[in-house]
């Protein structure tokens, strides 16, 4: 039930101060859109440069205009090791989340995102939170 949403991107982030990025690419298989450790320095999706204040490391979906955010996130897990105690290394040593950004069509604010029992299950199973970031109309795009 994603209706009045014209877009959207889902991430998963993992984030700490003690973070290694190729640690977390090999314990992941996947490289990631964005890996730094704590102190380097990246470029901003504005293009500046920022240092970033703890360690990094994103993969994500890319945005998907009509987005299916149920889809979209199992996808993006589907795509990582199943392996629990991967998942219980990771949230236990870090901070692991799933962030949707979502950008609304039209004026109207009315409608739902849908998440099915299966997507549920895969984020609880490897104990990760998720983060919806909801934008209207005219905000930054």
Known sequence: MNDPLQRASVSLLIQGDDL??????????????RGVKRGETFVGHNGRNVT???G???????YREPPCIDEQISELLSSLPESIS???DLTRRFD????????????SWTGGILLEAQTLR???????AIDFDLYSPGASS
Do not use: I, M
């Open 52 to 54: 970033a204040k703890t």
């Open 86 to 88: 991967v998942w219980d």
């Open 96 to 107: 692991c989340y799933v962030c949707v950004g979502a950008y609304f069509a039209n004026d």
């Open 20 to 33: 290694v990025p190729l640690e977390v690419t090999q314990l992941l298989g996947q490289e990631p859109k």
């Open 122 to 128: 895969l984020l609880g199973e490897r104990g990760l």
């Open 56 to 62: 990094q490391w994103v993969v994500g979906t890319g």
